[in-house]
């Protein structure tokens, strides 16, 4: 195969830490506030404003609220875990390796007696099976799997339970139906390209309840406490932090998002304009699956496809005969031949995930290097298979 004549302009489609914003640069942290307290007059009023424009990007409900959080996504969702499960049953969706974690860490760790409701990669639960009077966890994005919840596929409005969802990978990339959901959780590395180590935690009302009227049987580390004396720490979703945040990640959180508020594709501005890109560079990928007959989604049906972690399986009969161990070694030689070329970095599968590439496709990633980059995983795919 003739090797492509042209490289995206930027060949960055890691799936975390994601592709920085376009036109990025040092410059974006100039006025970042170093040297100073993060609980001084001028640190809190940062901190509170990357969480209010957090919160206006978002379009989430005015009566929910925003915490910066420590240890990213994972962070934040085991804080809401450890804080509020134990008061009711729970039931816990699992459909790839971070939903199985967040199992883990509630039977194994919380010991709580949990309904599990499991899919393989590449599939859904069945939803049908979920009561919803239970408190219920799940991602809405499978980062690892490429399989997203339905959109149509929100929490009844009378529900009796809390659902609690990890949403690293969707938020400001696909619709979220907030105020069907009473904790959410993401990161800044995933959706905008933000910097790592820093978490966002939203709680509806009947979040803030559970927490000041249920008190966990088992002790609470304290990057997870999020009251004092039986009511919610509200200074925590106004900027002050549980422990101290990078003001290097703050300024360039702030830079992301006024960006990102800013954005326009499509004839769409803001939020609207960073879904409607994803959506792009995912209608990009199926125009090259449809193409090519050795290669496919690893989701099973289009209304549970990602536009942003998009995980593809090789599905060509010599490649399906090897070992798992072989499999993998044939994906890592077409990534580190895409990585030589410098035509597109870091996509290879998770490592526990099924042996396949994957794609992010999030807002900050170009169509035209999208386009590009399969051109390229083509080639990669032509030259490293056995002749």
């Not at 408190?135 to 609690?164: C, E, H, I, Y």
């Not at 139906?177 to 709680?203: C, F, N, Y």
């Not at 594709?265 to 803001?270: D, E, L, P, S």
Request: aromatic fraction near 10%.
């Amino acid at each position: 195969m003739t090797k492509p004549q042209s490289k995206p302009a930027n060949p960055n489609f890691s799936s975390g830490p994601t592709s920085k914003r376009p036109g990025w640069s040092l410059t974006a942290l100039s006025n970042a506030f170093l040297g100073r307290s993060h609980r001084s007059k001028g640190g809190k009023a940062r901190l509170k404003q990357a969480i209010e424009l957090s919160k206006e990007l978002a379009g989430m409900p005015k009566d929910y609220l925003l915490g910066i959080m420590p240890a990213s996504d994972t962070g934040a969702f085991e804080a809401a875990m450890w804080s509020m499960l134990g008061a009711r049953p729970v039931t816990a969706l699992a459909w790839e390796s971070f939903g199985e974690g967040w199992v883990t860490d509630i039977t194994k760790q919380l010991k709580l007696d949990a309904k599990v409701i499991r899919a393989e990669y590449g599939q859904l639960p069945d939803l049908q099976q979920v009561d919803w009077n239970t408190d219920v966890v799940f991602t809405w994005n499978g980062t690892t799997s490429g399989v997203k919840m339905p959109d149509n596929a929100a929490p009844p409005a009378d529900r009796q339970g809390l659902a609690l969802c990890d949403a690293t990978s969707a938020v400001y990339c696909m619709p979220i139906p907030w105020e069907r959901l009473d904790v959410i959780t993401w990161s800044w590395q995933k959706g905008l390209g933000g910097e790592a180590a820093h978490g966002m935690l939203a709680l509806s009302p009947r979040a803030v309840e559970r927490l000041e009227t249920y008190k966990p049987a088992w002790p609470l580390p304290k990057i997870f406490r999020m009251t004092k004396a039986g009511k919610l720490n509200a200074a925590i979703f106004e900027g002050d932090t549980i422990n101290t945040p990078s003001m290097l990640c703050v300024e360039d959180w702030i830079d992301t998002l006024n960006w990102a508020k800013a954005f326009s594709f499509a004839g769409k501005t803001g939020l609207d304009a960073l879904i409607a890109r994803s959506q792009a560079n995912l209608q990009v990928v199926a125009e090259f699956v449809a193409k090519h007959d050795w290669i496919d989604f690893l989701a099973a049906t289009p209304e549970i496809r990602s536009s942003t972690s998009i995980c593809l399986k090789v599905t060509a009969p010599w490649f399906t005969q090897l070992s798992t161990e072989e499999k993998q070694a044939f994906i890592k030689k077409c990534a580190a031949a895409l990585e030589a070329e410098k035509a597109a970095y870091d996509v290879a599968g998770y490592r526990e995930a099924p042996p396949g590439f994957r794609l992010w496709g999030g807002p900050t990633v170009d169509p035209a290097d999208m386009k590009l980059a399969c051109e390229w995983l083509a080639w990669a795919y032509e030259t490293s298979k056995p002749q």
